[in-house]
């Protein structure tokens, strides 16, 4: 046998055997999708097809080099070098420079994203327009436009007012003016030669519509189009394959619609689901043996998702016996929670278990904050997967910076030099190195920011405010020193309100309700120390707690359950399964019951789960998952009817964020 086919089992053998065709394979979680995909087109090379004329498509960067590294070992390096292998993005911008001139431009340039171009831009399209930023805050200007664009949805079209009305739940007027917006955002863009991230896909689409012997050059040069991860294209990703397989006919789509879980930027599962309709005559097969979790971690699996519609009547078995699926119960705070999974792993590791045997998945960011200092005061080596170290984020550092400077106002140290723009009072580096110059022994911060000399009006204006608010902040935390009723944490509020921080965020940052929630879970918390050095000291111990963790391979894996999709560990603990955490109360309960399913279908040998009843001072009950997964008795009837309805718990944006 073929050294690409050696260890695939008759069911995988099956797929990539079947060379030809429309072909949608759905693959449970632990199939060895990846694998069948590789093998598939390692298959088609074998047979003498050209690297040049197969087309792959993964749905990030990473993985992309994961199948360019695998293909690399099954057919040689410089097949592989051939392949197309690559994001839809990357893909279809190449195309988008191949055919330049047929947009009307001699050059295209993508807005610089992490240096604001696309902010700027929408702002100064809000200012010609005469509209309140304050209204329609840029960050979600550019969600909406994002979302309407995945939706293949010009500015002009009835059915993009009605898309930002029922799915968005704008009013009428609201969405009116975004779609002004939007409309003048496009012409700006064209008027300037830029494209954005999404016009990657849209232009690309919009360029094939309107030049089809420019689609038809594409899609006989690929004749053979494989995509991983089908369920979570969008609409315009959906049509660009269409066309591109409109010639040979040829599709290997690898999909899940159950690990669909990214419909908040535009996916959609429903896609897969009526894949005969997009895509007539297309072949379905299944890959239903999972090969890493035991069997009663893929029965508990089944048995939550079935309460979602099963269309495809998707299952699966595993040939490996055993598995644990296993509710610790309720306890008081995140932090009793964490406790409880840090003196577990702790004794496992003890016992001779590896680090990286076992992941702690949340399901938001800021739920990253209990179990990270508990790996940390027990000197358990971990890693948080696609984040920073919760004290480390932009947000709490700010804050902390705030802090340090009321309890030591030292004009010239670095908290200072941290806040004196946080958020944004327009003073910039000139206006700081002017500052700096005025400060000596005869002249205080306070009478420098009140009579400092300055060169532009804007920074006389900007230093006032600053005093005023640093005399604010500093003036209450001199009275926590004093009343043992006031709190750090009081004083963390009154900086947030004092400088509006909370209000920055909603107007800056398209990641506002994260950094909100880090905010929150920050300030609920730090009642535990007497003052800013405690703290501060605190602090210092868990970051370097993580510093000497990067110092080893081996470590636990921290990581919310989005960032944790296609990974596996022996041992899974899923932290939060409260109505309000998971399901999120901000989520789709289908999605959220797909994001439940990721998480305890990563785990291989055990998963434990366990639930907060007190989060931020808000009483939340068990999950109704846990109730699903068969894990808990029914809850009394009231109760069940509240959750049929979707009212059960009682978190709300408000509650998480500023209780």
Known sequence: MLDHLIGLSEEQLSVVKDKSGLRFIVACPGGGKTRVLVSAVAELIQDGIHPTSILAFTFTKAAAEEMISRLREMVGATKASLLNVGTMHSIFFRVLREQVNLLGRSSIRVLDERRAENKQMLRRILKTLNISEEAFPVPDQIKNIGRLKNEGLKPQDDEALDFLVQEKGLPPTVAQTTLQIFEAYELAKFEEGVIDFDDMLTLTLDLFRAYPKVTRRYAESWKYVFVDETHDINPVQNALIQLLVSVHHNLFAVFDPNQSIYRFRGAHPDIVLNHATHFPGAKL???????????????????????????????????????????????????????????????????????????????????????????????????????????????IRDILAYLEFAAHPEPLSDAFERIYNRPNKFLGKAWYAEFCSQIDASHSWEQVLLNGRWSKGFMKRGAMELRRQLKDIITFYNRKLLDPAITLGDVARRVVGVVGYEDWCRKEDEDNLDRLENLQEFISTIDRFDDTDKLLAYISAVTDSLRKSEKTEDKVTLSTIHKAKGLEAKIVFILGMSDGLLPHFLGDLEEERRLAFVAISRGEEEVYLSTPTNYRNNLLEPSRFLLELGLIEPQPEELEDARSNGSAGVLSEDSVLYS
């Open 285 to 395: 097969k299944k890959l239903t043996q999972n090969f890493r979790s035991g069997q009663s971690i893929v029965d508990r699996c089944y048995k939550l998702i079935h309460h979602n519609p099963d269309p495809l009547e998707i299952t699966a078995t595993s040939k490996k016996e055993g598995g644990l699926v296993e509710w610790w119960g309720c306890f008081d705070s995140t932090d009793q929670e964490a406790i409880r999974v840090g003196q577990f792993i702790e004794e496992r590791i003890h016992a001779g278990q590896r680090p990286r045997d076992f992941f702690i998945l949340f399901r938001t960011n800021a739920q990253s904050r209990a179990p990270e200092e508990q790996m940390a005061s027990r000197a358990l080596p971990y890693r948080l997967l696609g984040l920073s170290s919760f004290y480390s984020r932009r947000e």
